[in-house]
């Protein structure tokens, strides 16, 4: 029995290392939200709605995350906030982030999230 259980133990430390287990931790979390949104919007239509409309801080603010968590790579913790949040798991269109923020950046800037261009031109204007 105490091989089994060292076996056990080695496999556990070995996925926990690879960050497999905080992963698949994540898609499950991910799920059992999606599950329950579903249900609440089944039960009753207006429990789980999105807060605001494109063009509310909220919903532009939790974009701007979104598109940061995906660039790098968090792309389990951007649907658990789409989940949470209620908005939807497609990101909305950069242009159009652009456009609400009245920012411009660009060709190269485009290459990295909004956030990161945000936060460089408010560091040049210190």
């Known amino acids: 029995m105490d091989e089994q259980e060292d076996l056990f133990e080695a496999v556990h430390e070995a996925l926990k290392e690879k960050g497999v287990l905080d992963k698949l931790s994540c898609q499950v979390r991910a799920q059992v939200l999606q599950i329950f949104k579903d249900h609440l919007v089944i039960k009753d ?9 494109p063009e509310s801080p909220n919903f532009v603010i939790n974009e701007l995350i979104k598109e940061y968590l995906d660039f790098n790579g968090y792309k389990n913790t951007s649907d658990v906030l789409s989940v949470e949040s209620g908005q939807p798991l497609k990101r909305a269109n950069r242009n159009d982030l652009e456009a609400v923020l009245n920012v411009h950046s660009g060709p190269n800037a485009k290459q990295v999230p909004l956030l990161y261009s945000i936060v460089s031109n408010l560091r040049k204007q210190q």
Do not use: L
């Not at 239509?45 to 409309?53: C, H």
């Open 45 to 53: 239509k207006t429990t789980v709605t999105q807060a605001s409309g």
